[in-house]
């Protein structure tokens, strides 16, 4: 029953949903996502079942995916610019941060990068901070969670491995010991 609630489902099922809607406890329905997840990593087929912010979704198994991109001819996300990128990256290793504290570590405005990234639902503003002028506090959303296929914040690379990648503004964050 899970199986056939997770394949109809066209977004991640949270844990509480899959219980109620199977009528059992959350630890009963957790072990059986669990035990499914187990099985579809172990046959290793075409589907995966995946815990994805706080939910649960099946996926194709990525070892496919230059196949099916060619199959079916990938329909492209749009894409960030490098400096929504950059922007995107500081916001998710420093939040809560306000724009200010954004723009002094880009050396420059990040308005705009910010308004995109509002506008695409990958950041909100999350409060404001508690100095003069109260400015906004921002930080990622459960969008930018299943848009880059993480369960939580902590599953984001260190910054060590983000800069292996050469996301050159991370460089910033690191040398100052900022994680």
Excluded at 41 to 57: C, N, T
Excluded at 101 to 117: C, H, N
Excluded at 154 to 177: M, W
Aim: some cysteine; overall charge negative; aromatic content about 6%.
């Amino acid at each position: 029953m899970i199986e056939a609630l997770l394949f109809l489902s066209g977004e991640p099922l949270k844990l509480a949903s899959i219980a109620k809607s199977i009528d059992c406890e959350k630890q009963e329905a957790r072990d059986i996502l669990d035990e499914l997840i187990l099985d579809y990593q172990e046959k290793d087929g075409g589907f995966v079942l995946r815990e994805i912010a706080g939910a649960y979704q099946f996926s194709t198994n990525e070892k496919y995916s230059e196949i099916l991109a060619r199959l079916f001819k990938e329909k492209k996300r749009e894409q960030l610019s490098r400096s929504s990128l950059d922007t995107l990256a500081i916001i998710a290793y420093k939040q809560p941060i306000t724009l200010s504290e954004i723009d002094d570590i880009r050396g420059v405005s990040s308005r705009a990068m910010v308004t995109s990234l509002i506008s695409k639902k990958l950041v909100k503003p999350v409060g404001n901070k508690e100095v003069p002028g109260r400015p906004a506090l921002y930080g990622t959303t459960k969008d930018f969670l299943i848009h880059f296929g993480l369960n939580k914040l902590t599953d984001l690379p260190a910054p060590v491995e983000v800069k292996e990648l050469k996301f050159e503004n991370l460089d910033d964050l690191i040398e100052n010991g900022q994680e």
